[in-house]
């Protein structure tokens, strides 16, 4: 099976991103937009995986999967993948602190898990993101230009991290259809003392 392993979406962070996606998308060139019930922050792409290889994933993930705390990331306006060159990708990225650093070490964790069942190493360093558009065709540089300008005026929520999910990815003609396998429900914000 195809699988990824990543933070579930969150709601409020959702609703306020497809309202972006309605403002912006009439305005710009013609994109493969992904649709809203896909958006997740992804920890680990597995790829194409035995089925008989994601109880031995699970098992050596769900220690550090277990251990992880709900987390509030900010959000940290536009992302444009690759970096240089065309533009493939458009998205919207978190930004460091606490809570990023967490989700890095959980990143990590899925590394190591990955690495057992025998994926190849993932070369690219983490950099959370949700990918809102694929560009199939080339915009121009003022599209681009409009589009992380539109990101960066935007009002983002910051995502909150309540579970952390496996899910098998079937590409399907509307688009990926993705279904949780295996998930960890993470454990409560600890409560801060009054000062």
Do not use: Y
Not at 35 to 49: C, P, V
Not at 77 to 86: D, I
């Amino acid at each position: 099976m195809r699988a990824f392993v990543a933070a579930a979406a969150d709601p409020a962070w959702v609703e306020s991103s497809r309202a972006f996606v309605a403002r912006v998308r009439p305005g710009l060139p013609k994109a493969s937009w992904t649709r809203a019930e896909t958006w997740h922050l992804t920890l680990r792409f597995l790829g194409d995986i035995e089925e008989s290889a994601a109880p031995a994933f699970t098992r050596a993930f769900a220690p550090e999967a277990r251990a992880f705390a709900e987390a509030e990331l900010a959000t940290d306006g536009p992302v444009v993948l690759p970096p240089r060159g065309r533009p493939r990708v458009l998205g919207v990225g978190f930004g460091a602190g606490a809570a990023l650093d967490g989700l890095a070490r959980l990143a990590a964790a899925a590394e190591g898990a990955a690495r057992s069942i025998g994926c190849a190493p993932e070369e690219r360093p983490f950099r959370p993101h949700v990918t809102l558009a694929r560009l199939r065709d080339p915009w121009p540089d003022a599209a681009v230009a409009a589009f992380q300008s539109a990101a960066r005026d935007w009002e983002f929520p910051s995502w909150t991290v309540r579970s952390i999910v496996l899910f098998s990815s079937r590409l399907d003609p509307a688009g990926a259809v993705h279904a949780p396998v295996e998930s960890w429900v993470a454990a409560p914000r600890p409560v801060e003392a009054p000062a």
